[in-house]
């Protein structure tokens, strides 16, 4: 039996994992789940699987989740906190967490799972683009086993055979180049003199996925693909000149990898985080995920496109902070969050997010990523900055 926390219960991976382990009980118990906000959805959660813990955000929320359970007569025990996020993460029964939480804020319970030893099955891909080598020396250095869920990834990994999931990237032995495919997101196609004018309902409508908001307003800037360039970068120990982006408005082939004899080898499905996530749950075995055999009759086409990166600047910025490295690509990730969350919040426009972000990379000075505490030290710098900045346009 294995033993799943997963962190980000109530998100979009988060319901993709529940729903991929209730089909295979006598394979996996769910050891704890957590949410920040969503305490309803989370109680019903705790209902069907019964988690021996669950972690919420505020002592409120805590309280709130207590009252839920047990007027159901469910007997999880309650915690609140990052500390709390870190111990489901570390808990000696724990044999698999899935890191799933958005943002910086999962950097902590994913880091903590690595320490542990864990086999940590990453969603969370802000948290390798901020600590890089870091995390990638903590999986190695405490025997833990790294599974990429980001579609792509879990591609490319597919593909690799040589690829290996101890902390220590293959290298380049063979390979030519790594293609991370794109669907290009909802405005692909949209004059781009009009993109100032978009909502965020019509930014988080992607095209052939459905996630969370904040990944799809990152999709539709390509935000999300620069960010799966730096999260390869670390994955496959792959330079930023190995690794080019390919639009494929279809989202049937999830990645390819090019190698030196011409072979290029690619994993292709229908776009349901199911198939990457059964794939990582059930390594190095198969399991039923759930999601319908792909029909390539049905499909019939498949298109691919070069991007244009000025049409989608964050991608540029990203495959700069990754050739800058150091501290270069926290910068990055922490002006895009505080960004992103100001377009949902309908305070600045849809263009203004690379403006942002560029502002905050060219004053904020980028250092070595020595430790953690210096990375989240630049983490909020970045974010002091990105507010700043902000609160100068609103005010202009
Ligand atoms: P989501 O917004 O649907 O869910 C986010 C989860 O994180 C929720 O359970 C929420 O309660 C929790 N959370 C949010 N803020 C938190 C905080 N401050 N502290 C603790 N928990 C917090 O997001 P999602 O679409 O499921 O994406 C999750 C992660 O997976 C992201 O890093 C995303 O980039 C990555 N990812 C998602 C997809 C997808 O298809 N949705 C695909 C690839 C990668
Ligand atoms: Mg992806």
Request: proline content about 5%; glycine content about 8%; overall charge negative.
């Amino acid at each position: 039996m294995q033993y799943i926390t997963i962190l980000g219960a109530t998100g979009s991976i988060g319901v993709s994992t529940l729903d991929v382990l209730a089909r295979h009980p006598e394979q996996y118990s769910v050891y704890a789940l957590s949410a920040h906000s969503r305490v309803a959805e989370l109680a019903a959660q705790c209902l069907q699987f019964r988690p021996q813990r669950a972690v919420v955000g505020t002592a409120d929320a805590a309280l709130e989740l207590t009252r839920l359970l047990r007027g159901q007569g469910v007997d999880t025990q309650v915690e609140y906190g990052v500390e709390a996020l870190c111990a489901i993460a570390s808990a000696p029964q724990v044999t698999g967490v899935m890191a799933a939480i958005v943002g910086a804020a999962g950097l902590a319970p994913t880091l903590a799972a690595a320490r542990a030893g864990k086999k940590v099955l990453l969603a969370n891909k802000e948290a390798l683009v901020m600590s890089g080598q870091l995390f990638i020396d903590a999986v190695h250095d405490n025997g833990a086993v790294l599974l990429p869920i980001d579609s792509e990834h879990n591609a490319i990994f597919q593909c690799m055979p040589h690829a290996h999931a101890h902390g220590r990237a293959p290298g380049a032995a063979g390979v030519a180049k790594i293609v991370l495919t794109a669907s290009g997101g909802p405005f692909l196609t949209r004059d781009v003199e009009t993109l100032d004018t978009v909502t965020p309902d019509q930014a988080c409508k992607h095209p052939t996925w459905a996630m969370g908001r904040k990944i799809s307003v990152d999709s539709a800037t390509m935000m999300n693909k620069g960010l799966e360039v730096i999260e390869a970068h670390w994955l496959f120990g792959a330079p930023a000149e190995q690794i080019e982006v390919l639009i494929h408005p279809q989202s049937v082939i999830h990645s390819m990898v090019s190698y030196i004899d011409g072979s290029v080898l690619a994993q292709l499905g229908n776009p349901d985080m199911r198939t990457p996530i059964a794939h990582a749950l059930a390594y190095p075995q198969r399991i039923n995920s759930g999601v319908a055999q792909l029909d390539l009759a049905q499909v019939a086409t498949l298109q691919f496109e070069r991007p244009d990166f000025r049409r989608f600047p964050c991608l540029a910025l990203a495959f700069d902070a990754l050739r800058a490295g150091g501290t270069a690509p926290a910068l990055l990730n922490a002006a895009n969050e505080v960004a992103v969350q100001a377009f949902l919040d309908e305070q600045i426009g849809f263009r203004q997010i690379d403006r942002v972000i560029a502002h905050v990379i060219e004053t904020v000075p980028h250092g070595a990523a020595s430790s953690i505490e210096a990375v989240m030290e630049q983490d909020r710098l970045a974010r002091a900055a990105a507010h700043a900045y902000i609160a100068h346009r609103l005010a202009a």
